[in-house]
């Protein structure tokens, strides 16, 4: 399989712990994208990478979480002392990095924080 | 601030008609836009795309529209199929812009046999 692929599918945390999720891109693809998507809601953008840079984030973002890109390959977000209203699917997406472009998403990790 | 709506929440077809999806947009410096598809539990799966440059792009039964004067594209499926039941999201960005694509809320699409 050679699409976009997420780690874990799933996780159940308690609240104020800190969870991490990964994310491999489609070979060569440079730019990859974090999204967290909520019940009745679309994807809701919160960061981006061109290659290791991270180029841009959302105001949705608080300072609980980081996104990294090391080496230009996988990306990890993390979220520290989870609270309940992380609760909500995390997305990755990325796309060849070569203008506008459709972008391949990854299957998602659901987050519950009890 | 929503700039990408899609104001029907869910539309229910029966088999071998049209569904019509439309999707809304209020900034004008949007340039590029796609549909997707998405069943639960899985991430949305990229259907068809259309560039400000052009006013109809076609793949198979699915037909994408764009109106720019409106600010609005809908996707047309042909005939619809029980298979095609799922929730469709428009996205859009902007090609001089940051590369960052807009989702709208959805719209949940249900093809009765």
């Known amino acids: 399989d050679t699409g976009v692929s997420q780690d874990p599918r799933h996780k159940i945390t308690k609240r104020g712990q800190n969870v991490t999720f990964r994310c491999d891109p489609i070979?060569?693809?440079?730019?990859l994208y974090w999204y967290r998507q909520t019940l009745g809601q679309g994807p809701e953008f919160l960061t981006y990478?061109?290659?290791?840079?991270?180029?841009?984030k959302s105001r949705l973002l608080s300072d609980r979480f980081s996104a990294e890109r090391p080496k230009g390959s996988f990306s990890t977000l993390e979220i520290q002392r989870t609270e309940q209203g992380d609760s909500a699917m995390y997305l990755c997406?990325?796309?060849?990095?070569?203008?506008?472009?459709?972008?391949?998403f990854g299957p998602g990790t659901r987050l519950l924080v009890l | 601030d929503q700039q990408v709506k899609q104001n029907s929440p869910s539309l229910s077809v029966q088999e071998g008609r049209i569904s019509i999806l439309n999707c809304d947009y209020t900034?004008?410096?949007?340039?590029?836009f796609l549909w997707y598809k998405k069943y639960p539990a899985e991430g949305p799966t990229f259907l068809i795309s259309?560039?400000?440059?052009?006013d109809k792009n076609e793949d198979g039964r699915f037909t994408v529209f764009l109106n720019k004067s409106a600010k609005h594209l809908s996707l047309h499926i042909v005939p619809s199929q029980p298979g095609d039941s799922a929730v469709y999201f428009c996205?859009?960005?902007?090609?001089?812009?940051?590369?960052?694509?807009?989702f709208g809320t959805g719209t949940r699409l249900k093809v009765l046999a």
């Open positions: 997406a990325t796309t060849p990095g070569q203008g506008p472009e459709t972008q391949y």
């Open positions: 070979s060569e693809h440079n730019r």
């Open positions: 990478f061109q290659n290791e840079a991270q180029l841009e």
């Open positions: 900034n004008s410096m949007f340039d590029y």
């Open positions: 259309i560039s400000s440059i052009k």
């Open positions: 996205a859009a960005s902007a090609i001089t812009g940051t590369y960052k694509y807009i």
